[in-house]
């Protein structure tokens, strides 16, 4: 075999997509998993201008140009869309592109590497089988942290999200934010919070539902000394005056007494408060957040919430998407979580693949806060270094009794199949062991389902499975 064929084999037998592109952007070679990747004949691929992505609109952003323009290699996520058979169906993918010079110091050439997402996750999966499950890198997600609390952020929707608090964070519009129980108000309170120009400044959160009313005016706006029987001698500061340069974060601002609406109305609008027991007004500069896990609008027809204060909170809305319909975000979380239990009880741990899956599959009813306790249950009560499912199913209570089982374990294997064609009787003789059977059949099935379906994508839907774990399977059994 001449050594030019030699290295096309090679390169053909690589999972990740490789190309190549000449000093005006022409495609001169492509591997066989790029041409799968983008669903198009080679002959007309290398007959392609990257530009011309762009004019069909299938990228965004031509990376090329910024190698050409930066000279030296970019490293970044791109969204391809397949406009050919799926609409208009987006990709992501991670692409390591390299510049070639020739001996003028010039950009002969462009040597690109394209991981697509589920890849880096399998690798990330097949990885973490050796070693103790990490935090994920730059590379993965984006995340930003405070003690022990994260922003972490993977779903369009979440990522979208943290677009447009940037754009807010700055200015001192007041936001309201909603979402049910545990999909994490706070923690995005705090980062609007640090990502704007009041960072440096307080950040004092009151929950609302947690003071008694009879309490809660006075905690909130401070009282002068005699103002009530039991205040103390010399009056006290209330959140208000605590957030004084810096911002106020109101939770669960649907259990504030009717009463003190008006009051909290008139604080915003003028920037002023008045103690329990005193006359004078007090000048406050702050930025208001809140959060309410019910619809104040609901609330507002039976009479609960004034309509003014409404729409004087309702400036920014967010809506944290529950944990359920952001299903990216499920197990970089549970890999935080993992990472930081392991680390606060000097533990070494990892999810096994089963694990995962069923994680990625349960509804989390109680978002992230659910999320996080069963990791921590998990770390703590699972007995030696792999977590299983059933140590899982023992310690959760039944919980957790809504996990799918492995779909690929309980559908029966085709007649035809080879794993069928040894009687139990000789398998038993020969000493075959129940694991190295099921992953006969898991091999066997998997192999007539990828004959079928073709994609990961199609397979992943017609198993009832996610698509990494496909993934992953493909990748141990070399399918």
């Known amino acids: 075999m001449e050594l030019s064929k030699f290295y096309e084999t090679l390169l053909d037998n690589v999972p990740q997509g490789i190309y190549v592109l000449d000093n005006c952007g022409n495609y001169i070679f492509v591997n066989s998993s790029y041409i799968r990747m983008l669903n198009m004949p080679k002959n007309i691929l ?11 609109k299938q990228i965004d952003i031509c990376i090329s140009d910024l190698v050409y323009e930066k000279k030296r290699r970019i490293v970044m996520f791109q969204d391809v869309y397949d406009t050919q058979n799926y609409g208009r169906k987006q990709i992501r993918q991670l692409v390591v592109s390299t510049p070639l010079f020739n001996s003028c110091g010039m950009i002969e050439n462009i040597l690109a590497v394209v991981y697509p997402l589920e890849m880096l996750n399998s690798l990330y999966y097949e990885a973490s089988q050796f070693d103790v499950i990490s935090s994920f890198s730059s590379l993965s997600l984006p995340e930003i ?17 943290l677009k447009m608090i940037q754009n807010v964070a700055d200015v001192d519009s007041t936001i309201l934010i909603s979402g049910e129980s545990g999909t994490g108000k706070e923690v995005i309170a ?22 008694p009313e ?14 009530f029987t039991g205040a103390s001698a010399g009056g006290k500061k209330g959140f208000f005056e605590e957030a004084d340069g810096g911002v106020l974060f109101l939770d669960e601002i649907n259990s504030l007494p009717i009463s003190l609406q008006g009051k ?13 027991g005193s006359i004078h007004s007090k000048h406050i500069d702050f930025r208001l957040v809140t959060a309410a ?44 979580f993992l990472e930081h239990f392991c680390y606060e009880y000097n533990r070494k741990k990892i999810f096994s693949p089963r694990t995962m899956d069923n994680i990625m599959h349960y509804e989390w009813p109680g978002n992230v806060r659910e999320l996080k306790n069963f990791v921590e249950r998990a770390v703590v009560v699972s007995i030696g270094d792999i977590i299983e499912l059933k140590n899982i199913e023992d310690i959760s209570g039944g919980q957790h009794q809504h996990f799918h089982t492995n779909v690929l374990h309980t559908v029966p294997i085709p007649k035809s199949s080879s ?15 129940l694991k190295d059977y099921l992953d006969q059949c898991e091999e066997a099935y998997l192999s007539h389902a990828l004959k079928r379906y073709k994609t990961s994508y199609k397979m992943a839907d017609a198993l009832g499975t996610s698509q990494t774990s496909i993934m992953r399977r493909k990748m141990k059994y070399n399918l």
């Open 46 to 56: 290398l007959h392609y201008n990257v530009h011309d992505f762009l004019q069909t």
């Open 145 to 161: 942290a405070w003690d022990n609390d994260s922003f972490i952020a993977k779903s369009p929707s979440m990522l979208n999200l």
């Open 190 to 211: 705090k980062y609007i919070h640090q990502a704007g120009k009041r960072g440096d400044k307080p950040f004092v959160v009151v929950n609302c539902a947690s003071i």
């Open 214 to 227: 009879n309490l809660l005016e006075a905690e909130l706006f401070g009282y002068e000394k005699g103002a």
């Open 264 to 276: 909290l109305l008139r604080a915003i609008e003028t920037k002023t408060i008045n103690r329990v």
């Open 293 to 336: 896990n019910e619809d104040l609008l609901d609330l507002v027809e039976k009479k609960q919430f004034r309509l003014d204060l409404y729409y004087r909170l309702n400036v920014v809305p967010i809506c944290i998407p529950p944990l359920r319909e952001r299903k990216e975000d499920i197990i970089p979380l549970a890999n935080h």
């Open 419 to 433: 794993t069928t064609e040894l009687s139990c009787e000789k398998m038993l003789d020969e000493g075959v062991t």
